[in-house]
C-alpha cells in the first residue's frame, strides 16, 4: 500500500454522518475533524447553541456541518431526523453515538444512599446512554442497510471495564453498549451486509467542564482525592484533552479498519491496563 492509498482511506468527501450528542465538546471535536476529511455531518443534539462555534472551529469545512435538535430517546425524532439528513445531505453513511451522561440523582453520595436513588433517576440514566444508543441504530441505520455500506461508532466508557464508584446506572449503562456494539455487529455483517461495521470506544478520564469541579479543587486547582486517585492509576501520567480521541476514531470509521467488527477500544492512557502495583 502507498501513501496516496493511505490517505485516501481518511478521505470522506461525499459521505453522510450523523453524530447525536454532536454539540458537545468531545463530540463537537469529532464533526469538525470529520467535515475536515470531507465529510457532510449532521448533528443531532437536544441543545444546538455550539453549532456556530463547531461550524466556526471546522474553518471554510463548517459549511458542511448542520444541526438538527433531537431527543435521542424519541423514535418519533429519530425518524424526523433521519428525512432531516436525507434532504439536507443525502443517504447516511455513518453514525457516531455520542449522547449519554449520568445524573447526579442517581449518584450515590454523603446525603443519597443507594437504597433510596429514585426509580425515575436509575430510568433516565440507563434510558439515555442504552436506549439512547439502540435506538438511533434501529432508526437511522436503515438507510445503510438500503446501500449495503456504512459504519457505527458507539460512546462506552472505561466504566463497563471497571465500574467506577458511587454511579451504577451509568456504569452499567454503558457496560451494556459495549455488549450491544458486538451484537448489533454480528447482527448486520450476518443479515444484511459484511460491509456495515459496528464499533465502539471507551474513553477514559478527560478533564471537561462537566467533570472538573470533581477531580480538582476549584479554588487551588489542585487534585482532589478522587482526581489524585484516577491520576495515579493513569500509567501515562495525564487526564485526556479532546484531541486524544480523534485517531482511534478517524481510523473506526475509515477504511484502514475495513475488517474490524464488533471491537471497543480503550482510549485511557492504560488505566485499564494497570493493576495498580
Not at 455488549?179 to 459496528?198: C, D, E, P
Not at 486547582?221 to 501515562?236: L, S, Y
Request: some cysteine; overall charge negative.
Amino acid at each position: 500500500m502507498n501513501r496516496d492509498d493511505l490517505i485516501a482511506m481518511y478521505d470522506f468527501t461525499g459521505k453522510t454522518f450523523a453524530v447525536t450528542g454532536g454539540a458537545g465538546v468531545l463530540a463537537g471535536g469529532v464533526v469538525a475533524t470529520l467535515a475536515s476529511c470531507g465529510a457532510n455531518v449532521m448533528i443531532l443534539d437536544r441543545n444546538l447553541e455550539r453549532l456556530p462555534v463547531i461550524q466556526e472551529s471546522a474553518g471554510p469545512d463548517g459549511s458542511r456541518i448542520d444541526g438538527c435538535q433531537v431527543d435521542v430517546m424519541s423514535r418519533d425524532s429519530l425518524v424526523a431526523a433521519g428525512e432531516t439528513i436525507k434532504k439536507r445531505f443525502g443517504t447516511l453513511y455513518g453514525l457516531v453515538n455520542a449522547a449519554g451522561g449520568n445524573s447526579p440523582r442517581a449518584t450515590c453520595s454523603p446525603t443519597m444512599s443507594y437504597f433510596d436513588i429514585p426509580e425515575d433517576a436509575l430510568r433516565f440514566v440507563l434510558d439515555l446512554n442504552i436506549l439512547g444508543t439502540m435506538m438511533p441504530c434501529q432508526v437511522l441505520a436503515k438507510q445503510m442497510v438500503e446501500t449495503g455500506d456504512g459504519v457505527i461508532l458507539n460512546y462506552s466508557s472505561m466504566n463497563a471495564y471497571r465500574p467506577l464508584t458511587n454511579i451504577a446506572a451509568y456504569s452499567a449503562s454503558k457496560a451494556a453498549i459495549t455488549n450491544f456494539t458486538a451484537w448489533l455487529a454480528v447482527h448486520m455483517a450476518q443479515n444484511y451486509s459484511g460491509k456495515i461495521r459496528v464499533n465502539a470506544i471507551a474513553p477514559g478520564f478527560f478533564l471537561t467542564e462537566q467533570n472538573r469541579f470533581l477531580l480538582t479543587d476549584k479554588d487551588t486547582g489542585a487534585w482532589t482525592p478522587r482526581g489524585q486517585k484516577i491520576f495515579d492509576h493513569t500509567p501515562m501520567g495525564r487526564l485526556g484533552v479532546d484531541e486524544d480521541t480523534l485517531g482511534c476514531v478517524l481510523w473506526l470509521l475509515s477504511g484502514a479498519s475495513a475488517f474490524v467488527t464488533g471491537i471497543t477500544v480503550p482510549v485511557d492512557g492504560g488505566f485499564s491496563a494497570y493493576a495498580g502495583v
